[in-house]
């Protein structure tokens, strides 16, 4: 049998479905579903039902998950372990969220590839959480505390955020008929609208929802209401105007570096957590409000 197989196995088991597999591999369903049917056939048994609503273990399927999270774990175990011990070259693969990643850390990433002609850099700009225990990166950027056990973490630095509305938006509309542009219903989501809610003296209507940065600012620049933006994407953009900023840091935004301990001793991982410490000095003296 393909003993990748089984992390395919592991991840649709907690997915229930192709399609959501198929974003956390990031392969074709297709793909997913001819992996499986292949561990199927080297281990003679049906692991899951085909069913409309998605894919269901089978009995056997559920006594075969932590007999293969234990074989997986070694695997990795053993992956990290080798990769902790090469040379400062090769791809480091680094999770960072979509906005985040692109406006602060990516351009200040650069000057380390030019340094450093043997490494590649392969940047995942996740809004999701992803495995670090499972080598989906091997080290990551969070714009959230992180909770899972057993990661080295280090805070990287504290970033301003404001209420905005498109230049204009307070003369054109009364400040009793203003709309509130927010996010999806998460911790993150709420935090925002009850700051909103602390600053303004009482909740706005809410028609607007997304569950990304970009989305919400550009609804606020054409002049649907106002929201919630970190000041690194929003003070530059002509289009908007600062109603109020976060200078109590009830809203603040911190930016968090998380590693799994084996793959600390990579020197190519070490050294891009270095460049990313650095690039935090320049980022907070910038940024920080």
């Keep these: 049998m393909n003993w990748n197989d089984l992390r395919y196995f592991l991840i649709l088991a907690e997915e229930g479905s192709l399609s959501g597999a198929a974003r956390r591999l990031r392969k074709e369903h297709t793909t997913v579903a001819r992996r ?15 069913l409309p609503r998605g894919w269901q273990l089978t009995a056997a399927g ?28 090769g791809v480091v693969r680094i999770s960072v969220p979509p906005v985040a990643g692109r406006v602060l850390f990516a351009p200040r990433l650069a000057q380390l590839l030019t340094a450093h002609k043997g ?23 969070r714009m959230i505390t992180p909770r899972e056990p057993g990661l080295i973490t280090r805070k990287l630095v504290e970033l301003g955020v404001g209420l905005y509305a498109a230049r204009g938006y307070r003369d054109r509309v009364p400040e009793q008929d203003w709309e509130f542009c927010g996010y999806e219903d998460t911790s993150y989501g709420a935090a925002k609208k009850e ?14 929802r997304a569950d990304d940065t970009e989305s ?40 968090w570096l998380v590693v799994h ?26 940024f920080q409000v």
């Design 62 to 89: 559920q006594n075969l998950v932590p007999v293969a999270e234990r074989v997986e774990a070694e695997a990795l175990g053993f992956e990290r372990q080798a990769r902790g011990d090469e040379a400062a070259h």
């Design 119 to 141: 490494l590649e850099f392969e940047i995942i700009g996740a809004s999701n959480v992803v495995n670090l225990a499972r080598r989906e990166a091997d080290l990551a950027v």
């Design 216 to 255: 919400v600012r550009q609804f606020i620049a054409a002049g649907h209401g106002v929201g919630v933006l970190p000041r690194y994407l929003a003070d530059g953009d002509e289009r908007l105007e600062l109603i109020r900023a976060d200078t109590a840091g009830e809203s603040r935004e911190t930016a």
């Design 261 to 286: 301990p084996d793959m600390r001793r990579s020197p190519g991982v070490r050294l891009v957590m270095d460049a990313l410490i650095k690039a935090a000095d320049s980022i907070s003296a910038e």
């Design 36 to 50: 499986i049917e292949a561990l199927e056939d080297a281990v003679g048994t049906k692991l899951f039902d085909r």
């Design 195 to 208: 700051w909103v809610r602390n600053i303004m003296g009482r909740e706005l209507p809410c028609r607007f």
